[in-house]
Each structure stands twice: as C-alpha cells, then as structure tokens.
C-alpha cells in the first residue's frame, strides 16, 4: 500500500495548479493537511496514509529519498518538476534541475517502484 | 464497408510543444518533416475517422483501476489537464468521438478473444493522444476513436495482445457498414526512461532503438513481439514499453514492412516514426 500512496500523493498535487502552489509554499503544512483529509460519505474510500519517512521525505521535497522509497519514476519527474520550477531563473533552469535529479537518483540504480 | 486506408505511428513528446516551432531548430527539423509527411498523407488520403492508440500517463487512468485496454465511447472529449499546460505549454482542446464505430470494435456481448476492453464515455485525453492530433491534423476536425493500451502499470498485456488488438481493428474497420475511410494511429516513442537514472541523456538504448527500426522497415511481426519481452523493453527504459502501441498497427497493416520506418533523431531522444499506406 505504501508506495501507492506515495504516487497518489504526488498526483494529486502535481495535477493541479493549486496544489503545487500550496505545496510550494508550505511543503510540510501541504503534506499534513492532504493526510488530515480523506474519504466523506461521497468519498468513502479516499484513504490518505504516509509512513513517518514518506512524509518527511515530502516535507523535505527530497526526491532522491522518494525514489528509494519506490516512487513511481515518471509522477516523480513530473512531480518534482513541478516543485521546482518557481525556482528557475538565469541561474538555474529546466536542464539543470534534470542533471541535478538525474545524479541524485542514479546511486540508487533501478528500484521496485510497482505498488 | 468502411476502408483501413492507413497507418503510422508518431512520437508524443510534449517537450516538442514549446520547442518545435519557426524558425526551426535544426535537430528539430527532421521531426517536424515527418509530422508533416504524415499529416500530408492523411489529406491526400481523404481520411473520415482517426483511431488513435496510445497510453494515458498515469492521469486518467491511476493505480486504482488500471485496464489493459479501453475504448472511448464518447461523443466529445476534453484534452489534456492543467499540469501539462503548465509544464508544456499545452493548450485545452476538444475533440469530437466517433461512438459508432467505438461500439463496433468494442462490441456489445462478448468480448473479442484475446481482448479485454473495458470502455469509457467520460476520458479527458493527455499529451499522449493531444499532442499527435495536433501535428497530424491541427484542424482537430477528424472524429476519433480513443484506444487506451496499458504499457505503464504492470501487470501489462503481452506484445502479442498489442499484435491481437490490430489484428481486431483491422477486421472490425473491414466489416463495418460504412464509407467511411479510417486511419489508425499509434503513439509511443522509441527506448526512454523518464524519471529514472537516465533521463534525457540521449536514448537510454541505442540497440532497441535500431531493433525496434527494423521490425517495422522488415515487417517482421513475430520478430517485434518476440524483441518486445517485457524485460528487454523495461531493461531499455521505464516508459520503453509504448514502443509496443506499434506492433498494434504493424498487425493491423497484415505485417507488411513500412513506407517510412525511422528513427528520428533530436535534442530529446529518439523518435519514432512509421507510415503504411493500405493493408497487406
């Protein structure tokens, strides 16, 4: 179940707009109000669980951590371009961030990443 | 009847969508030329109806219900979502459906053997589908029949149901009462990891590549779903496996070789690009 929601995580937030800019913002309230929410009477089976390392490693935006977790690779690219993009500038832009993901994760070589 | 009249098979990487565009980079013109070659052919072809096959990114369809094959069944459909305008530069469009011939290749009682369609009448459509409609028919005037094909969740169906699928479309389009002039489309890419350890670092597998060239060129079926084992396409990257959306319209072409079979090199990575006109 873990590493489902570590992806159900991811895409809700990565697919809309408002999310990202709330997780941005507030990496670690983000992450604490998404799990205090959850399924209603209309939404009966939207469970909301992290382990306490899943979820630091959200609070932390520390995608080197989600990787090895066993996040799906693809929602974590996109995820985690996501996060950052507000940091571009001329300094800093898309191909860095790709090299800079790309070293991170390559230590830990290719993981189980099927729920 | 109606007439499978064409096949081919394009990239989808949205990347190309702030990229590609006047005046063109130079190792973006080959990609643009064959997006063109093939929108050229669909005109000249006169064709009525798209059947598109490709695989949703995770976005319509989640870890939560994650079919190995649906037909879209519904008469309009929205594209994409807003994180891949945002991420893209994409834009919101809407696509008319074609439930006719949907309810034909998906059936009414008994699922075809070797297929399990499930179906959808409420599908918005991601980059996977947008993003060839939109350089093979930027009109967006063509009505479509959306083929969603598992190649991201595992368990994922064999290669030789991909062969199955157009082995079906083929006779369903064939024995369908209609005028209508079809071509079938199929999304994918060649070798590509994305969010793995190598990521746009030029394609992850230059030999799956050539392979996956010469299955077409050759039109050699047994060939493609024999290279198109679940672990040498996994060992060639994590997405690798939409490359297998193309063995669906090989089959659907009676596995002659291709007109155009290449792959076309750019700044991202290897794209594939495959035209047959008419079936063996």
Redesign the interface.
């Known amino acids: 179940m873990t590493k489902?929601m570590i992806?159900?995580f991811m895409?809700a937030v990565?697919?809309?707009?408002d999310a990202?800019s709330r997780y941005v913002a507030d990496p670690a309230g983000f992450v604490d109000e998404w799990l205090a929410g959850g399924g209603t009477p209309d939404l009966p089976t939207d469970d909301r669980v992290l382990t306490p390392e899943e979820r630091d490693a959200f609070a932390a935006v520390d995608h080197a951590a989600l990787?090895a977790l066993g996040a799906?690779?693809?929602?974590?690219?996109?995820f985690i371009?996501?996060a950052h993009?507000h940091e571009f500038g001329d300094g800093f832009g898309w191909r860095d961030l790709?090299e800079r993901?790309?070293a991170d994760?390559?230590p830990?070589?290719?993981v189980d990443y099927?729920? | 009847m109606a007439e499978l009249v064409m096949a081919a098979a394009t990239p989808h990487n949205p990347l190309l969508w702030r990229a590609m565009r006047d005046p063109m980079p130079d190792d973006l013109a080959a990609v643009a030329g064959n997006f063109a070659r093939i929108r050229e052919t669909i005109r000249e072809l006169g064709v009525d109806v798209l059947v598109v096959v490709g695989t949703d990114h995770i976005r319509q369809f989640f870890f939560d219900h994650a079919p190995a094959f649906v037909v879209g069944k519904a008469a309009q459909y929205h594209g994409t979502y807003e994180n891949e305008v945002r991420t893209f530069g994409m834009e919101y469009v809407e696509l008319t459906g074609h439930p006719e011939l949907a309810e034909a290749i998906a059936g009414r009682e008994l699922l075809p053997e070797a297929i399990d369609f499930a179906v959808s009448h409420e599908w918005r459509l991601d980059h996977g589908f947008v993003i060839p409609l939109q350089y093979l028919r930027p009109e967006l005037d063509l009505p479509i029949v959306p083929i969603h094909t598992n190649a991201t969740l595992p368990p994922l169906p064999s290669p030789r149901r991909f062969a199955v699928l157009g082995e079906h479309l083929r006779e369903t389009i064939a024995a369908w009462e209609s005028d209508a002039r079809v071509a079938l489309i199929t999304s994918g890419h060649m070798a590509t990891d994305v969010g793995g350890p190598r990521q746009f670092a030029g394609s992850p597998d230059p030999e799956f590549d050539a392979d996956a060239v010469a299955w077409m060129r050759d039109g050699d079926l047994e060939g493609a779903v024999d290279g198109c084992r679940f672990d040498r396409v996994m060992a060639a990257g994590n997405v690798t496996y939409q490359y297998v959306n193309v063995i669906t319209a090989l089959a659907a072409m009676g596995g002659r070789p291709a007109d155009l079979a290449e792959a076309t090199e750019s700044r991202f990575a290897s794209s594939p690009f495959f035209m047959w006109r008419k079936p063996a």
Do not use: C, N, Q
Request: net charge negative.
């Open positions: 489902y992806d159900k895409r990565e697919m809309s707009d990202v990787y799906h690779p693809y929602l974590l690219w996109h371009e996501a993009t790709v993901y790309r994760v390559a830990h070589g290719h099927i729920p």
